[in-house]
């Protein structure tokens, strides 16, 4: 089947991947999928998506650091120290733990 559908014609819709994060499960392996790439900026902007999927104002008042600050510290530009983001995974109900490769 031939579609004679052009480029104008294709309607994008915007992906917010804090739609999707339904539960712990999918939360955790969404995490440890970014964490596998090595990529800081991936691994900040997915904590943020989680972010999003819980309760940023909750999650802020936790951590100790305005809803701005954490948007900006999870935006995948942002540099947070280790501790600000061991503070919001902690406080996400994640936890880190390093295994021998």
């Avoid at 955790?28 to 991936?42: H, M, P, Q, T, V």
Wanted: aromatic content about 6%.
């Amino acid at each position: 089947m031939k579609t004679n559908m052009t480029e104008s014609d294709l309607q994008l819709e915007d992906y917010d991947p804090a739609e999707f994060l339904n539960n712990e499960e999918d939360m955790k392996l969404y995490l440890n999928e970014a964490l596998k790439d090595g990529n800081i900026s991936l691994v900040l902007s997915v904590l943020g998506d989680i972010a999003r999927a819980r309760n940023v104002s909750q999650l802020s008042k936790e951590v100790g650091i305005s809803r701005e600050g954490l948007y900006k510290a999870l935006s995948g530009k942002g540099n947070p120290s280790f501790s600000t983001t061991y503070k919001i995974i902690q406080a996400l109900g994640m936890r880190l733990e390093v295994h021998a490769g």
